[in-house]
């Protein structure tokens, strides 16, 4: 394992050449199973932000692990989440960035690259182990990204019910910033998938040349419709992996044979259902074993709360406030804004064997009832931290999915705590990581129809993943008025102890190459590719 090159070595020189040459050097050791992510630096200031006068007191939250079956869940609360105003800057001028530079993703420039001329690319993830470390396979890089045809007559907003999952591939020694990445084409076979839409998931090496892609199965019934513009029939979703092959050579990677399995799909107990809710999320599988239950694969996925839309009632719980805090909101007065349509939770689940043909629902982890209504793409990322294992549960989220008397970016949120199941930790008190530039003292917004006055970059980007060593990627959205649909400069956040640092040292004033995710473990060889 090699850890990331160091932040003042990224400074953009002649095509990035001192980036390259680090790479090149960079020697990649296999790495002990069951072990802990490669991890971020730490930031300069390793303490959570002091209480703001006006605002109420965060939860206090004990960071304290369970047994990942037992039914404690972590709550994400009112509390918590009303940190991120605390810590915004309410005198900033109208449309300027009102959150901390910590917590802010630097400015994407306006004339970004097309990552490719024929699919639209968003959400991204790379071809990992069951320790989240990211493989170079016989001399190859490859990652996965959900793609849509730029050229079919329907618009990049119509993109959701017309995805595929496609993959890139580019040599591992390549100079991220002058190198493209090679479009592979759609993953699967036409037609061969559980549902007629692809949507995201994680993709993990096994023994030998066998992939299993982990992926969200949804069906649109309605797809000519919605291209038109119209539609609105509520899409069935379940979890989904498939089993195939992955090959290298000289001129690049390919896959073959795969096998579909159906995982999961809601029960409408601990994660609700298309009955009771048309708008529900139940998405985006990410699998993992844990050092603390050697043998056993976990996966996190995006859930809602298993009632009937409308019917969740707003507890003490989940507003989070300290006895007698003089900021606090009351239950019903929560209740009465309608805060109870917010149900988001973030899902586990067991593998009940090897093949991970089989799963479990387990209790979800993370709630954010009454807070907010999705929790997308989950992760958990384990790193030591003065010899102890700690996780950090990453998860993104939208500005325009906050409940009612909330506010928040579109970004990373995250969460620490001692085990997969613990009493988590918001990052940096508020649970925010990583934002695009937003203005949050006026109201939020939609990335399709945001209004003039507001940060041209508040949509910048968004799916963010968090690899080994803190390095965030994600796709462009909108900046400026300029959809975006390729992938964004990857930056570098420092994080321990629960607080977090956009490191700006990095790249170029923070932003380093587009679409850069690196490997940091070997497979196969060096191949015969260089």
Known sequence: MHKHPQPRLLRWRTAAAALAATLAASAFLAVPAAQA????????????PAPTPGFPLPTQHTQQAFDPASDFTSKWTRADAKQIMAQSDSTVSPGANSMSPDVTMPEIPQDFPTMNDDVWVWDTWSLTDENANQISYKGWDVIFSLVADRHAGYGFDQRHWNARIGYFFRKTNADPAKDKWNYGGHLFLDNTSIGNTEWSGSTRLMQGNHVNVFYTATTFYDVAERNAGGGGIAPDAVIAKALGNIHADQNGVTFDGFEHTKLLEPDGKMYQTKAQNAGFAFRDPYTFQDPAHPGKTYMVFEGNTAENRGDYQCKAEDLGYRPGDPHAESVTDVQNSGAFYQTANV???????????????????????????????????IQNEN??????????????????????????????????????????????????????????ESPEAPTPNQNGRQFQAYSHYVQPGGLVQSFIDNVNGVRGGSLSPTVKINFRDGVSQVDRTFGRNGLGPFGYLPTNVRVGGEGLYK
């Not at 992510?37 to 959570?48: F, I, L, R, T, Y």
């Not at 970016?409 to 199941?421: E, K, L």
Request: net charge negative; aromatic share 10%.
């Open 347 to 381: 899902g586990l689940a067991v593998a009940d064997n090897k093949d991970l043909t089989k799963w479990s629902f387990l209790p979800p982890i993370l709630s954010g009832n009454c807070v907010n209504d999705q929790t997308e793409r989950p992760q958990i990322f």
């Open 387 to 444: 010899g102890k294992n700690k996780y950090y549960l990453f998860t993104i989220s939208h500005q325009f999915t906050y409940a009612a008397g909330m506010r928040g970016p579109d970004g990373v949120y995250g969460f620490v705590g001692n085990g997969i199941r613990s009493d988590y930790q918001p990052m940096n008190n508020s649970g925010l990581a990583l934002g695009s530039p937003t203005d949050l003292n006026l109201p939020s």
């Open 37 to 48: 992510n490669e991890p971020s630096d730490p930031p300069a200031v390793q303490q959570m």
